[in-house]
């Protein structure tokens, strides 16, 4: 990278080092809750109650009003809550919960003209700490499958999404609901999520798998790409180094804007790419990931030589199985022929000759 004057040189030196910064920040102790709470119901009754809760992405923990039980997932849970946990928590808080998701159904469904209708409402709240400080809380509400309102603990009021319902924000701001939203958020979330990561692991830590690939765009440019998978628990830092230097090279992205993503076994997944101009033969670059299993950096070179653009690839196994049909298929017509005509020389033709008088 040129820089054109000094101040654009430490411009860029300032932003790399934020940006280095802010990862190695994410990549501290980071942990995530969430609890979905479900009603389905009419303005006269309340027919079916579930919930269910994710701390880092795996499912911990459900509730159905059938039974009128907690159902953990992961049997040590239980033992870091404490034996009265979970007793408590069906009485004073689910318990609770059905009777206010009762209410609010048939109160928000009695406009309805048809009064046998179902609605579902959902209440989705999830929280977050870094190094044991909590930074996200936040509740949603959701009525028949689309967000209505919703609240971020640090704004302290509540957002309409529809304005529609406009008219209910006054019982969600009245002291009783904003009393109960603080306690359970806190009691509930934040607390609960504290003494979890504090007893044990959800799962087993996992090294992250690397492969580095590089290829030529249809463009012309170099594209790095660097995969990190399998890895748990979720936090790590990845980023570009050319002949062990950091900087900006190219244009950077990753595989999503919430930076890793969950895979089937409640593993993570993050892909990062780097793309380089024409001009730039790729060489001397290496992805640098840092993850809480690995004892040291990890450094893994781009290979040297760059392979072709993925949809050339495609293009060309079309190509070739076309052509691998059509000779399969020239094949066979050539064997049908032969075949025939060995048939014809086998079993030559049943019409008997002419009589000699008739010649």
């Known amino acids: 990278m040129e820089c054109h004057s000094r101040w654009s ?27 979905q709470l479900t009603a389905v119901g009419s303005a006269h009754s309340l027919l079916e109650v579930s ?63 048809n009064h046998d209708r179902n609605h579902t409402a959902q209440l989705l709240a999830e929280c977050e700490i870094d190094n044991n400080i909590t930074v ?31 008219q209910y924000q006054h019982i969600l701001e009245s002291l009783l609901w904003t009393t109960l939203r603080k306690r359970y958020m806190k009691l509930y979330c934040v607390d609960v999520m504290r003494k979890v990561v504090g007893y044990s692991h959800i799962r087993d830590n996992v090294a992250p798998e690397m492969a580095v ?23 790590i830092l990845m980023h570009w180094e050319k002949n062990g230097k950091l900087g900006i090279w190219g244009n950077e992205s990753s595989s999503g804007t919430l930076g890793t993503l969950p895979n089937m076994d409640s593993t993570f997944y993050l892909k990062i790419t780097l793309e380089l101009s024409s001009e730039d033969s790729g060489a001397g670059y ?10 040291t950096p990890a450094i893994y070179s781009v290979p040297g030589k760059p392979t072709m653009e993925k949809s050339w690839v495609l293009e060309l196994g079309i190509v070739l199985t076309i052509i691998l049909l059509l000779s399969c298929a020239g094949a066979f017509i ?7 005509g060995q048939l014809e ?15």
């Open 9 to 35: 040189c430490l411009s860029s030196a300032w932003l790399l080092f934020l940006g280095v910064f802010v990862f190695r920040q994410t990549w501290a102790v980071h942990h995530r809750l969430m609890g």
């Open 51 to 113: 919930a269910i809760s994710f701390l880092d992405d795996v499912e911990v923990g459900s509730y159905n009003k059938e039974h009128k039980q907690i159902v953990v997932k992961i049997p040590w849970i239980s033992k870091a809550l404490g034996d009265n946990y979970v007793t408590q928590l069906v009485d004073d808080l689910l318990l609770n919960q059905e009777e206010d998701l009762r209410w609010t159904i048939e109160y928000v469904a009695r406009n309805d003209t």
């Open 136 to 166: 996200k809380s936040q509740i949603h509400l959701i009525w028949d499958g689309v967000e209505i309102f919703r609240i971020d603990e640090e704004v302290g009021h509540w957002e309409i999404i529809n304005l529609e319902f406009k």
């Open 213 to 235: 690939s590089q290829h030529v765009s249809t463009e012309g440019s170099i594209i790095l790409s660097c995969i990190a998978t399998g890895f748990y628990p979720r936090s």
């Open 286 to 295: 290496s992805c640098v990931v840092e993850h809480s299993e690995l004892k």
């Open 334 to 340: 050539i064997w049908k022929k032969r075949k025939t």
């Open 345 to 359: 020389r086998s079993f030559p033709s049943s019409t008997p000759p002419a009589p000699s008088s008739l010649q």
